[in-house]
C-alpha cells in the first residue's frame, strides 16, 4: 500500500545549524512523484519542490538541498545554515497515477524549530 | 505560482448555524481540492473535482458539501455547523493532466474555523 513517513514528529536547533528532515515512502508504481511543501506558522502551504521517480538527481535551492535515493526509498530535505524563518511543519508527499491519480499520499509532518 | 484564495480568513460561529468557505482560483486549473486539518497535523482530503459539474468525496468522511459551477469557484457549505467542526479548512488546485502523477497542487491561506 501507498504510505508517506515522517519519523521525525518534531526537531529543534539552534539557528546556523544544518538539519536533515527525514521522509520515506512505499509505492508498487514505477512512475510516481515526490513532493515537499512547507506550512509556516500562518497556516498556508508552500510548495517547495516536486521530483519525479526518473530522476534521481540531487537537487540544491538555495540553503535547501534534497536528497532522492530510490534504493531506500527516501527523499530527504536538508536546510543549511537554518535560520528562525525556516520554522515551520515541513510535509512530504507521494503522487502515484492509477484509481488514486486524484490525491496526494502525505506525510504526517515534521515540526521544525529553529532557535535564535 | 497559483493564485488561489479563501475567505473567511478567520471564522466564530455558533452551533447550528450555515456556513459557506469560499476559494476560488486563478490559474485556469481543473482540478480542485477540500483540506480539513489541526494545525499542523496530518492533511485529510474531503473533497475534490476534476472540473465543472464534478464534485467526488475524499477520504475523510465529512458533513460538507460542496459545488463546482465554475471552473474558478469551489466553495465548501456546512448546513448545520457544530464544535466537532472546528479545524483548518484549506484549498487547493491543480492542472489536470490526465491520469498520470505528478501533478502540483497549490494551497490557499486557509480558513480556521471555530465552532462554539
Known amino acids: 500500500a501507498q504510505k508517506v513517513t515522517q519519523a521525525q514528529t518534531e526537531i529543534s536547533v539552534v539557528e546556523k545549524e544544518d538539519v536533515t528532515l527525514d521522509c520515506v515512502y512505499e509505492t508498487r508504481d514505477t512512475t510516481y512523484y515526490l513532493f515537499w511543501y512547507k506550512q509556516p506558522p500562518s497556516g498556508e502551504l508552500v510548495f517547495l519542490i516536486r521530483?519525479?521517480?526518473?530522476d534521481e538527481q540531487n537537487e540544491i535551492s538555495g540553503r535547501y538541498s534534497w536528497n532522492f535515493q530510490k534504493s531506500t526509498s527516501s527523499f530527504n530535505f536538508t536546510i543549511t545554515a537554518s535560520q528562525v524563518v525556516d520554522s515551520a511543519v515541513y510535509f512530504c508527499?507521494?503522487?502515484?497515477?492509477?484509481?488514486?491519480?486524484?490525491?496526494?499520499?502525505w506525510g504526517a509532518g515534521t515540526k521544525l524549530i529553529i532557535k535564535p | 505560482e497559483a493564485d488561489i484564495y479563501q475567505t473567511p480568513r478567520y471564522l466564530v460561529i455558533g452551533t447550528g448555524k450555515k456556513i459557506t468557505l469560499e476559494c476560488s482560483q486563478t490559474m485556469g486549473h481543473d482540478k480542485m481540492y477540500w483540506y480539513q486539518q489541526d494545525p499542523g497535523m496530518e492533511l485529510h482530503l474531503i473533497h475534490y473535482?476534476?472540473?465543472?459539474?464534478?464534485?467526488e468525496k475524499g477520504d475523510l468522511s465529512s458533513e460538507s458539501t460542496v459545488s463546482r459551477i465554475r471552473t474558478e469557484h469551489f466553495p465548501l457549505t456546512l448546513e448545520s455547523a457544530r464544535p466537532s467542526h472546528t479545524s483548518q479548512y484549506l484549498c487547493?488546485?491543480?492542472?489536470?493532466?490526465?491520469?498520470?502523477?505528478?501533478?502540483?497542487?497549490?494551497f490557499g491561506p486557509g480558513t480556521r474555523l471555530l465552532v462554539l
Open positions: 487547493a488546485s491543480s492542472e489536470y493532466i490526465g491520469s498520470l502523477p505528478g501533478e502540483t497542487q497549490y
Open positions: 473535482s476534476y472540473g465543472v459539474n464534478s464534485t
Open positions: 508527499a507521494l503522487s502515484e497515477g492509477g484509481p488514486r491519480d486524484y490525491q496526494l499520499i
Open positions: 521530483r519525479n521517480s526518473f
